[in-house]
């Protein structure tokens, strides 16, 4: 089979879409618990299934491919989402504050992101069939990732974002992942990519050069990495989307 990514004929293998480390954050400690798998709830089935480290999919990646983006992108993240404590830059009021991610590289986190909304693109998983770019976008995007590279501002500009620290359901937040999905703000279509420790991403869908609210917070080169309160996780669109498909888990299949 050809690989997505460097385009040649080799065997391929299970990849993951988000790398395993966000599921481990999920469990306790970190440590896998295999009594307590995690629960993927999808609107495309009347059931819910089990996953212990994510899903994988064998048609998108060779091994040599899956390395490398594990080695430029999900490994250096890592620390990135989980470990780095953002410092606080400005207080907007008393529920809503903007900070910023010291000592990180934008140009990894940027890319970092963008990997795993073209990996989703990629997917022929039914749980990422929704996932999708304009035809002519995606040679962009695959050469932005395949060649570690810097994009201009407004090539599929990303902001940062965590759920509000005065959430009723804080700790809830910083456990959910989901796949990502479309917001509309303004005359812009964004990607939602969620990860641990409540962390949400904002992907502009399109090339355009036009300025709009979030311009002054994409991440940038030579600029801070603005990390913005928007929302508590109780008023947010993933719980909304979250809510009508919970009753499925009692239809969870082993």
């Known amino acids: ?12 293998i299970k990849s993951h879409i988000y790398p395993e480390w966000a599921y481990r954050a999920i469990y306790p400690n970190g440590v896998i618990d295999k009594k307590r798998p995690l629960l993927v709830i999808s609107e495309k089935k009347d059931y819910v299934s089990k996953s212990w480290t994510g899903i994988y999919d064998n048609t ?87 060649d570690n590279r810097k994009s201009s501002l407004y090539e599929f500009s990303v902001v940062a974002s965590n759920y509000s620290s005065a959430s009723k359901m804080k700790n809830a937040s910083k456990k959910y992942i989901g796949v990502p999905f479309l917001y509309h703000l303004e005359e812009n279509t964004y990607w939602i990519i969620n990860l641990p420790n ?31 309160e928007f929302e508590k996780f109780e008023d947010s669109n993933e719980l909304k989307m979250l809510q009508p498909n919970l009753s499925k888990a009692r239809k969870y299949r082993r």
């Open 198 to 228: 409540g962390y949400k991403f904002y992907i502009k869908g399109n090339t355009d050069e036009i300025n709009d609210a979030m311009t002054p917070l994409y991440i940038r080169e030579n600029y801070p990495i603005y990390v913005t």
């Open 60 to 146: 998108i990646l060779c091994a040599e491919c899956d390395g490398n983006l594990g080695s430029m992108y999900d490994g250096p993240a890592k620390e990135i989402i989980l470990n780095i404590k953002p410092k606080i830059f400005k207080e907007i009021d008393k529920e809503t504050n903007v900070y910023t991610l010291p000592n990180t590289d934008p140009l990894l986190l940027k890319n970092f992101v963008l990997s795993l909304l073209l990996r989703a693109i990629w997917s022929n998983k039914e749980e990422y069939s929704h996932v999708s770019t304009e035809e002519s976008l995606l040679p962009i995007l695959e050469s932005i990732i395949r």
């Open 1 to 12: 089979m050809i690989c997505k990514l460097c385009k040649k004929e080799k065997p391929l």
